[in-house]
Structure formats: C-alpha cells, structure tokens
C-alpha cells in the first residue's frame, strides 16, 4: 500500500498535538492542510486514526497503534537526514525551545543575538511555557527550566547564571507610608503584589539568612499571573501599590534606576541557575547541537 509520507508526519503531529490547531502552530503549516493530509490517510488506510470534536482531536485505538509504530521511524528519519546536515559546512534549521518567561527575558537576551549571527541558516523558535510539559509532545527540541523541575531521564547542561536571587523591592512613596519591613514576617502586614502560577498555586516568598530560612505567604491588592503578568506588578510596585518579590534580575533596572528601592535585602535567597535540558535517549538535531556548543564555549557572552 502506497501511502505519502507527508500525510503520515501531519498524522504524528496532530496526533502528538492532540489539535488540529496546535499541531499547525507546531509544525508550521495550516490547520486545514494538516486536515485534509489525515483525511488522505484515513482514506487510503480505510480506517479512522482520529476521533474529532469542537474541543478535541484523540487517537483511535488503530490511531495509537500506528503513532507508536510511526514514532521511531520519523524518529531515524529525522536522523538519517541529520547525518546529511552534517555535512554542510554550517548547521542549518530549525530550533524550538520551550522556555519558562522568565529565561526569555533574563537569560536567552544575552545568547540568543550571538548565536544566530554565528548561525545564519539556523531559524530558533522560542516558545514560552511557564508551566511544566513535555517538550517533545510540544515539539520541541529542548527547554530551559530550573534543576528541581528536571525529570530524571533528560540531560542537562547549564545555561546562563549559574546563581541568581529573589530580590524584595518597593517604592520610596510606599515606605514613607507604610515603614520599612525589617523581617520577613513583617511583610504579613504590608500590601503584597503576589503571583499565581498556572496550576493555581500561590507564589511562596522564601527568605534564608544566616541558615535561618523564612517562608511567607503574604497578602495584598493585585495578584498577577506568575510569567506573563510580572510586569503589571512591577509597575504597580513603582506606582507605590505595594511591596514585590522576583528575580532579582528582573527588578535590576528599576533598583539602579531608583524607582524601586531594597526590602529586606540581607534575607535575599540565592538559587541554582537554569539548565537546558532535552532527551538523552533521541538523536540530537544539528541546530541544536550547534546550540549545546555555544553556550558551552568560554566566549559565551555571559548573562548578569
């Protein structure tokens, strides 16, 4: 039975994707093309692979049998056609990266120009996820997150600071009115800005000092999406809404500049850097690979 090849990678990525939508972002094609290439499938195998709906887009049982036989192969496919890549005198493709926001702003800015210029034939797509997934059903090739949220069978390899810190910051105004908190504690009665990450959970305020560590769980007038919607409480706290808690790489402007001012800055906890981390069980794509090796290189433009 003669069957496109094409038709079966749209297949695999939808199927993967579980949308018909996603799988096009993913993939870069159009959500009705990536259709009517299931549709030749369908037709030409004579059984369905996908049952459809308004809300979602599930394998069949004859679906899952054929993704897990296909997987693997587009899998050596993928690397037979690497192996070819290998051979150009400069590495060339596509790179998806999965990213929390907070790489995409403090980290990536300072790799990212650097290393497409020393790549040219390599087109990076960043894809900010502040929630923890599977970067290959996301399809991408790597993701950047901190070691605690690592799974055991990826590889790692540090990227940008290796130590980096929460800082505790508020406005001048802010202070004059309300008092400057001297411990962690006193911050349960202060205006807090908070975050929720997208699970739902409250962000914990956690401060170390001397080996005494402090956890908080403040209160306040503004809580703000954890990633996406920092910055709305950043200009709240320069506005004098109340005191925030972040990176402190992310507040570093605004303490230099003076609009934020240091809140309990000898109780600012340090934490490990980010890691890039892909599966240590799938061939590694050149353009990938090629990125593995600039930010190991010593000439790496180091992040603050």
């Given at each position: 039975?003669?069957?496109?090849?094409?038709?079966?990678?749209?297949?695999?990525?939808v199927?993967?994707?579980?949308?018909?939508?996603?799988?096009?972002?993913?993939?870069?094609?159009?959500?009705?093309?990536?259709?009517?290439?299931?549709?030749?499938?369908?037709?030409r195998?004579?059984?369905?692979?996908?049952?459809?709906?308004?809300?979602?887009?599930?394998?069949?049982?004859?679906?899952?049998?054929?993704?897990?036989?296909?997987?693997?192969?587009?899998?050596?496919?993928?690397?037979?056609?690497?192996?070819?890549?290998?051979?150009r005198?400069?590495?060339?493709?596509?790179?998806?990266?999965?990213?929390?926001?907070?790489?995409?702003?403090?980290?990536?800015?300072?790799?990212?120009?650097?290393?497409?210029?020393?790549?040219?034939?390599?087109?990076?797509e960043?894809?900010?996820?502040?929630?923890?997934?599977?970067?290959?059903?996301?399809?991408?090739?790597?993701?950047?997150?901190?070691?605690?949220?690592?799974?055991?069978?990826?590889?790692?390899?540090?990227?940008?600071?290796?130590?980096?810190?929460?800082?505790?910051?508020?406005?001048?105004?802010?202070?004059?009115?309300?008092?400057?908190?001297?411990?962690?504690?006193?911050?349960?009665?202060?205006a807090?800005?908070?975050?929720?990450?997208?699970?739902?959970?409250?962000?914990?305020?956690?401060?170390?000092?001397?080996?005494?560590?402090?956890?908080?769980?403040?209160?306040?007038?503004?809580?703000?999406?954890?990633?996406?919607?920092?910055?709305?409480?950043?200009?709240?706290?320069?506005?004098?809404?109340?005191?925030?808690?972040?990176?402190?790489?992310?507040?570093?402007?605004?303490?230099?500049?003076?609009?934020?001012?240091?809140?309990?800055?000898?109780?600012?906890?340090?934490?490990?850097?980010p890691?890039?981390?892909?599966?240590?069980?799938?061939?590694?794509?050149?353009?990938?690979?090629?990125?593995?090796?600039?930010i190991?290189?010593?000439?790496?433009?180091?992040?603050?």
């Amino acid at each position: 039975m003669k069957v496109d090849l094409g038709d079966l990678n749209a297949f695999v990525v939808v199927a993967r994707a579980r949308s018909f939508r996603e799988g096009a972002r993913l993939s870069g094609s159009s959500a009705s093309s990536l259709s009517d290439a299931v549709r030749r499938l369908e037709e030409r195998l004579g059984v369905r692979l996908l049952n459809r709906t308004t809300r979602s887009v599930v394998p069949t049982e004859a679906g899952e049998g054929l993704l897990e036989r296909l997987a693997p192969v587009l899998t050596e496919m993928e690397a037979a056609l690497d192996v070819v890549n290998g051979f150009r005198n400069r590495p060339a493709g596509v790179l998806r990266l999965n990213v929390p926001i907070s790489a995409s702003r403090l980290v990536l800015p300072r790799i990212v120009p650097p290393f497409l210029a020393a790549y040219p034939d390599i087109q990076l797509e960043v894809i900010t996820e502040d929630s923890f997934v599977d970067v290959i059903a996301a399809g991408c090739d790597a993701g950047i997150r901190y070691d605690e949220r690592l799974e055991q069978d990826m590889i790692a390899v540090p990227i940008g600071p290796r130590v980096q810190r929460h800082a505790t910051a508020a406005a001048p105004a802010y202070l004059e009115r309300h008092g400057r908190p001297e411990h962690p504690r006193d911050l349960l009665r202060h205006a807090c800005l908070r975050g929720r990450f997208a699970s739902g959970a409250m962000t914990l305020w956690e401060f170390e000092r001397d080996g005494e560590v402090v956890t908080v769980e403040p209160t306040g007038p503004l809580i703000v999406r954890a990633g996406g919607a920092t910055d709305l409480a950043v200009d709240a706290a320069i506005a004098g809404t109340g005191i925030v808690h972040l990176f402190e790489d992310w507040l570093r402007p605004h303490l230099d500049s003076g609009a934020l001012v240091p809140v309990l800055e000898p109780w600012w906890q340090p934490f490990p850097g980010p890691f890039l981390y892909y599966p240590g069980r799938r061939f590694v794509p050149a353009p990938l690979r090629a990125f593995i090796d600039f930010i190991k290189a010593p000439e790496t433009p180091p992040s603050r």
